[in-house]
C-alpha cells in the first residue's frame, strides 16, 4: 500500500510568485490535513479537506487555499508568496495522522 | 486556542541512557499521539493511546496517557544513536465528526556515541 505522496520535494519561488504543492493521500483515506512546518515553530494546522469539502482552517491569511480531488487527492495554493511562507509543508492522511514527506518551499 | 506544552525542547543524552519527555496541556484530549521526525522527513507516527491511564509500549518505547486526560509523556530507553531526531506530541478531541490535531513545538534528541 502507498504511503501519503507529496510533490514537489523542493520549490523555489519568488517572493510575489504563487506556489502550488499537491498531496495525494494513502488509498481508501478520504481525508488531508495541510501543516506548516517552519523552523523552531513545530507544527501548525493550514487546512483539513474531507470528502472534496473544507472542513476547517487554521490561523493563516486567506492566500492559503486549497483544495480537495474527486479522487481525494489535495492541491494548497500559496498566492502573493512572501519571505516568512518558507517552511516545509507537510500533507497528512487521515485525522491521525499519516504524514507524506514533505514539500520545502524556499522564498527569495 | 488550545495548546501543547511539550518538554524539554532539547535534550543531549550518552548512548545507553533513558529519555523522558511529557506534553501538557490545559485541555482535555481523548487521543494522545507521539510521532518522530528524522530529517528531511515527516513525522512517523510511534504510538497511539486511546485511553485515560493507558500504557503502552512499542519496543523500547513506552508512553501513557495521562489521569487527567490533559498531559502524556513518552520515554525510551537504552538511547541508541539512530533514536536521534525530533519527538512530537499530539493530541485531539475526536468525536461528533471532528478530527483535528493538535501539537506540540517537539523535543529535538541528540545521542553522544
Known amino acids: 500500500e502507498a504511503g501519503v505522496t507529496q510533490s514537489p520535494t523542493h520549490l523555489i519561488k519568488t517572493r510575489g510568485q504563487q506556489a502550488t504543492l499537491r498531496c495525494s493521500p494513502i488509498s481508501g483515506h478520504t481525508s488531508v490535513y495541510w501543516y506548516q512546518q517552519a523552523l523552531g515553530l513545530g507544527l501548525q494546522f493550514l487546512l483539513w479537506y474531507d470528502e472534496g469539502e473544507e472542513r476547517n482552517r487554521g490561523n493563516f491569511p486567506p492566500r492559503f487555499s486549497g483544495r480537495q480531488f474527486p479522487n481525494y487527492s489535495s492541491e494548497l495554493n500559496v498566492n502573493a508568496l512572501e519571505l516568512e511562507d518558507s517552511a516545509l509543508y507537510l500533507c497528512?492522511?487521515?485525522?491521525?495522522?499519516?504524514f507524506g514527506q514533505g514539500t520545502r518551499l524556499t522564498v527569495v | 486556542g488550545q495548546q501543547l506544552n511539550q518538554s524539554p525542547q532539547s535534550m543531549f543524552i550518552q548512548e545507553g541512557e533513558d529519555v523522558s519527555m511529557n506534553c501538557t496541556s490545559s485541555?482535555?484530549?481523548?487521543?494522545w499521539l507521539w510521532y518522530k521526525q528524522e530529517p528531511g522527513e515527516g513525522p512517523v507516527l510511534l504510538i497511539a493511546l486511546y485511553k485515560a491511564g493507558e500504557l503502552t509500549s512499542n519496543g523500547r518505547l513506552t508512553a501513557q496517557f495521562g489521569i487527567t486526560r490533559k498531559d502524556s509523556f513518552l520515554n525510551i530507553s537504552a538511547s541508541i544513536p539512530s533514536d536521534v531526531g525530533i519527538y512530537f506530541c499530539?493530541?485531539?478531541?475526536?468525536?461528533?465528526?471532528?478530527?483535528?490535531?493538535?501539537f506540540g513545538k517537539g523535543t529535538k534528541l541528540s545521542v553522544i556515541p
Open positions: 499530539g493530541a485531539a478531541y475526536s468525536g461528533a465528526g471532528s478530527y483535528q490535531l493538535t
Open positions: 485541555s482535555i484530549f481523548n487521543t
Open positions: 497528512a492522511s487521515s485525522w491521525m495522522a499519516f
